[in-house]
């Protein structure tokens, strides 16, 4: 769990003297800012993220949008939050001119941070995509039950981390073991089991 909240609340993990304030999302949650949000195209949706002012050369050059660079109210990252609402009506009129798909071939074929951001929900994505699997984010286990599946692995490795990533378990598979552990012998747990004082969930037995 630590290593799963450093990694999505990164830029607000630590804390030094002069570390900027962390940025807060926009009345609407598409993002950060106009160079760093979501934005509607005529079939779906897609999210840009441009950083730099070298980004936004690029991504005004690649759009076709070489005016916006001559535009006094764009000319620099400063400049670009301060017309943060015109840049995003001027950017939102553009998108919704392609499909997410032609944009991202265009933008994101060019270097600029642009893909789709709706082909596929998040399980759809975890279960078909092979770039999840490539990357070991859902590593293929033995269920008790279900036999081989895939399972959420780690998206970040830190030290100290599970080298492998094991089932779930099903209510009381551990119960023997345990027992066994704090000094009950095999005769003494079976007489647990017989009494119901103890169970576990049968294997054979699908939840759905």
Not at 193 to 200: I, T
Request: glycine letters at 10%; one cysteine or more; proline letters at 2%.
């Amino acid at each position: 769990m630590m290593t799963a909240n450093a990694h999505a609340n990164a830029d607000a993990f630590l804390s030094y003297a002069g570390m900027a304030s962390r940025p807060e999302l926009d009345e609407e949650l598409f993002g950060f800012g106009p160079c760093d949000r979501l934005y509607r195209s005529n079939d779906g949706w897609l999210v840009l993220t441009v950083t730099t002012d070298a980004e936004w050369e690029r991504f005004c050059a690649t759009s076709g949008r070489l005016d916006l660079l001559t535009d006094g109210r764009f000319a620099d990252a400063t400049a670009r939050a301060k017309h943060a609402g015109e840049l995003a009506d001027v950017l939102e009129a553009m998108f919704s001119t392609r499909s997410a798909a032609e944009w991202e071939a265009v933008l994101a074929g060019a270097g600029v941070a642009c893909v789709r951001a709706d082909e596929w929900t998040v399980g759809e994505f975890a279960a078909n995509s092979e770039q999840m699997r490539v990357n070991g984010f859902v590593p293929e286990t033995h269920h008790a039950r279900f036999g081989a599946m895939r399972r959420w692995g780690p998206v970040v490795q830190v030290d100290g981390g599970a080298a492998t990533y094991g089932p779930g378990v099903l209510g009381g598979a551990n119960t023997d073991a345990l027992l066994t552990e704090v000094g009950y012998s095999a005769s003494e747990i079976a007489a647990l089991r017989s009494a119901r004082a103890v169970a576990s969930e049968a294997t054979d037995e699908y939840i759905g």
